[in-house]
Every structure is written in structure tokens, then in C-alpha cells.
T-cell receptor, first 112, second 117 residues
Framework: SQQGEEDPQALSIQEGENATMNCSYK?????LQWYRQNSGRGLVHLIL?????REKHSGRLRVTLDTSKKSSSLLITASRAADTASYFC????????????FGRGTQLTVWP | GAVVSQHPSWVICKSGTSVKIECRSL??????MFWYRQFPKQSLMLMAT?????????EQGVEKDKFLINHASLTLSTLTVTSAHPEDSSFYIC?????????????FGPGTRLTVL
């Protein structure tokens, strides 16, 4: 079953702008991960943030985690047309090894 | 990261036939693989967890007899959709867990597009 929700469901921006996507979840987690999926392809892992971390950076990606609000955000700075994809958050609860619960995803479109 | 392949990448079959999808972990041994299905513009729904050398663990609502999973080796898991029907048309994706720690990530195959006529 799905764990949470991302918002917005769809986001359309111009190249160079920042894109922010949010994810909410319902239960306690061990870590939260963000994945990217290009149309008709598999998922690519972007970044993992543990439950005891509040912020993490990787290149143009910045992820925050607020466990009190059960929410996370993914910020892509200086977006490029190649960033166009669907972005999913997934939570790991720790109860079943490897089992991830995915959100509904945000479809990001970056216009050149 | 790990390299995961799936075969075939797409398949079209007639209603009532069975289709086998392979998931291979190319560069490390995977004791656990996961099978997901994804409908257009929707999220991934976990179907089952495939464990090497033992029976798969199916999610609630997934028919075991319809979606047969075999994880016969540490590098190969197969999903067989038996007596496929048009409603089984979907995008099937497998993933491999990179290890046994909670911070380990999953590596996904490129997916298999199944169309049942």
C-alpha cells in the first residue's frame, strides 16, 4: 500500500528556476528516500535522509525532513530541461528489510 | 550502484496466455528482490517480495496463483503472469536491495511494459 502523498502532483517551471516538491507520510520511519523516474523507465535513487537528519545536500538537490510534521521536501535548484521526470518519495519503516512505501509522485516539467 | 536488468522490456500477448518476466542483478548477489506494478501516471504498488530459495511474500490483494514468482538464484528472479487478461496490462518493475542495512537503497530495473490484447 502507498505511504503518503506528494504535492504538487504536477509542477511546470522554466529552466533556471527552482523546483520544490513536498512529501507527507503517515507512520514512523527509519529513513526517507527520493527517486526519479523518466517516462517509461525504471527508478533512479537520488538521495536518502535518515530519521535523525534534518537536511541533506547532493549537488543541486536539497532534501529536508521534519519528523514532527511527518513531511519532507525536495528542492532542485537551477533546474534544467533534463530534470523533467516524475519524482517519488519512499519511506523505509524498518520493519521489513528493504520494504519501501512510495508516494504518488510529482510530475515535474522544466521548459527550456 | 547496482545494475539490474529486466527482460523483455516490452511484451504484447493474447488474453489467456502466460508471460514470464526476468529480473537479473548483474553485479552482485541479491537475496531479496521486489516486484512492483505501475499504472500510467500512478505510483509503484508493491506486489511481492522475492526471497532467494524460499517462497515469495505477497502483498494483500495480489493473487499468488496468478503472479508466480521464482527466485531460484541470487541473481535471478522471475515473475510469471498466468492466464493474462487485459486488466493485467501494466508496467512491471523489479528492484534489488543493495544490502542488509536500513540505509541501503534499492536499485530498479528498467521495467517491462506488458500489453494484453
Amino acid at each position: 500500500s502507498q505511504q503518503g502523498e506528494e504535492d504538487p502532483q504536477a509542477l511546470s517551471i522554466q529552466e533556471g528556476e527552482n523546483a520544490t516538491m513536498n512529501c507527507s507520510y503517515k507512520t514512523s520511519i527509519n529513513n526517507l528516500q527520493w527517486y526519479r523516474q523518466n517516462s517509461g523507465r525504471g527508478l533512479v535513487h537520488l538521495i536518502l535522509i535518515r530519521s535523525n537528519e534534518r537536511e541533506k545536500h547532493s549537488g543541486r538537490l536539497r532534501v529536508t525532513l521534519d519528523t514532527s510534521k511527518k513531511s519532507s521536501s525536495l528542492l532542485i535548484t537551477a533546474s534544467r530541461a533534463a530534470d523533467t521526470a516524475s519524482y517519488f518519495c519512499a519511506t523505509y519503516r524498518g520493519s521489513t528489510l528493504g520494504r519501501l512505501y512510495f508516494g504518488r509522485g510529482t510530475q515535474l516539467t522544466v521548459w527550456p | 550502484g547496482a545494475v539490474v536488468s529486466q527482460h523483455p522490456s516490452w511484451v504484447i500477448c493474447k488474453s489467456g496466455t502466460s508471460v514470464k518476466i526476468e529480473c537479473r542483478s548483474l553485479d552482485f548477489q541479491a537475496t531479496t528482490m521486489f516486484w512492483y506494478r505501475q499504472f500510467p501516471k500512478q505510483s509503484l504498488m508493491l506486489m511481492a517480495t522475492s526471497n532467494e530459495g524460499s517462497k515469495a511474500t505477497y502483498e494483500q490483494g495480489v493473487e499468488k496463483d496468478k503472479f508466480l514468482i521464482n527466485h531460484a538464484s541470487l541473481t535471478l528472479s522471475t515473475l510469471t503472469v498466468t492466464s493474462a487478461h487485459p486488466e493485467d496490462s501494466s508496467f512491471y518493475i523489479c528492484s534489488v536491495s543493495s544490502g542488509h542495512r536500513s540505509t541501503d537503497t534499492q536499485y530498479f530495473g528498467p521495467g517491462t511494459r506488458l500489453t494484453v490484447l
